[in-house]
């Protein structure tokens, strides 16, 4: 279970790593599978830039707001956190 005083690991770093950008931390990578709420939000990002490249290849860019607008409120309540 989570250390409450261990940090969340910011989202724009899940993002990074979602689009293989960067390679997450020894701490960020062991605080993201003991993280149910980090770890929520990094499957949210993987399928958010699932359907970006699934648009994209059909041609037309079909990502939805309410989509981006879940995966957004979900990453602003870990970070108040």
């Known amino acids: 279970m989570r250390n409450d005083t261990t940090p969340h690991v910011e989202p724009l770093v899940l993002w990074q790593n979602a689009c293989g950008g960067s390679d ?3 701490r960020d990578y062991q605080h ?3 993280c149910t709420d ?3 939000l990094a499957g949210e990002i993987t399928d958010a830039l699932d359907d970006i490249e699934k648009a994209l290849t059909a041609g ?7 989509k981006a ?3 957004l409120a979900h990453a ?4 108040a956190n």
């Open 24 to 26: 997450l931390s020894r």
């Open 32 to 34: 993201l599978i003991a």
């Open 38 to 40: 980090c770890e929520t």
């Open 60 to 66: 037309a860019f079909t990502l939805t707001l309410p």
């Open 69 to 71: 607008v879940q995966v």
């Open 76 to 79: 602003a309540k870990i970070i």
